[in-house]
């Protein structure tokens, strides 16, 4: 019956909403051709240069020590990103219960970080849970919003903060001179407190185009950038203890190294950054035993995750089934 109303609405739709519609799906079709067209390049051009014993061996070699520190630094990561959604479904309005929204968030978080495409991905899921505990599909979206905005200022954050304290690093990264690092670092710290002062003094929706957003509190913006900031920290630690075993760059180094390989994962939209976050990690830290430490990286962070949110995810719409919940016939 669903199916049969959204052909008709299809088939009454005017001409020019239906032409909207079909260059919207021919655009999400080829961005996501390109970008796994990318992926895929990328992880040749990344591991074609090593024989499978090359990249075994290259495993073997990080301490069993440094894994499991790598391990705390992603489980404290996800424990950290929960508190994105706690956060963000007061932004949105609600309270929930941490139970929920830590199940929610870890669902979403670990498919979608290697899905990609993060927003959809990871909001329909958010989507499915959220609707069933009393969020309307604009909340949902509010939630999602706040998340990646979140994402953003921690990011920032963190990378503007590295290279005040550490502009030689950025300098020996990048190849420009640190007074630039300096430069672009005060930049971005001015950028995270330009958000604080919008939350702080600004009660009126801002206007981006066609869309308006609503700032935060000054409680929740001062959250965002605590826990953003916490939250790219851990992630960097999980890859510094991955890569320190064969390589002698400082944390603030592999710091920055991981803030740029996000941003150039955010432009290119390959799923999960794959190849992408290799790729620009051996471009700036070139040395043999670097490719074991990111594959260890790869698995801690990402496969491990998704294995467990994956089961988990199946496991619960199983349950959900067989209690006949209402909220599984729903459609986002």
Request: aromatic content about 10%; hydrophobic content about 50%; glycine content about 10%.
């Amino acid at each position: 019956m669903q199916s049969s109303t959204a052909t008709l609405d299809d088939r009454e739709a005017p001409p020019d909403r239906q032409g909207t519609s079909s260059r919207k799906r021919w655009i999400t079709a080829g961005v996501t051709v390109a970008a796994l067209s990318l992926a895929s390049f990328l992880l040749y051009r990344t591991f074609s240069k090593f024989t499978w014993d090359e990249l075994v061996s290259s495993v073997a070699e990080v301490p069993t020590t440094h894994l499991l520190w790598a391990a705390a630094a992603a489980a404290a990561s996800y424990v950290c990103l929960t508190g994105f959604d706690w956060m963000a479904v007061r932004y949105a309005g609600h309270r929930l219960p941490y139970r929920k929204v830590a199940l929610t968030s870890f669902l979403a978080l670990s498919i979608g970080h290697t899905v990609g495409m993060a927003a959809f991905s990871s909001g329909m899921i958010r989507y499915r849970f959220y609707s069933r505990w009393g969020l309307s599909t604009e909340e949902v979206a509010k939630v999602v919003l706040f998340c990646g905005v979140t994402v953003g200022i921690g990011m920032i954050t963190l990378g503007g903060a590295g290279l005040l304290v550490r502009p030689d690093l950025g300098e020996r990264i990048t190849g420009f001179s640190q007074t630039w690092m300096m430069a672009l670092g005060a930049a971005c710290l001015v950028a995270a407190a330009g958000y604080l002062a919008l939350a702080a003094y600004v009660r009126r929706p801002l206007h981006l185009w066609r869309w308006s957003f609503q700032m935060p509190s000054f409680r929740l913006a001062i959250g965002q950038v605590v826990i953003g900031t916490l939250n790219f920290t851990l992630v960097a630690a999980c890859l510094h203890q991955a890569l320190s075993a064969v390589s002698d760059m400082p944390y603030l180094g592999v710091a920055a190294i991981f803030v740029i390989a996000n941003i150039t994962t955010m432009i290119s939209h390959v799923p999960g950054g794959l190849g992408v976050i290799e790729s620009v990690v051996l471009y700036l830290m070139p040395g043999d035993g670097v490719i074991g430490g990111l594959i260890a990286f790869r698995c801690i962070y990402f496969f491990i995750p998704l294995a467990i949110g994956g089961v988990s995810f199946a496991l619960t719409e199983i349950a959900l089934r067989a209690r006949g919940h209402p909220s599984r016939r729903r459609t986002a």
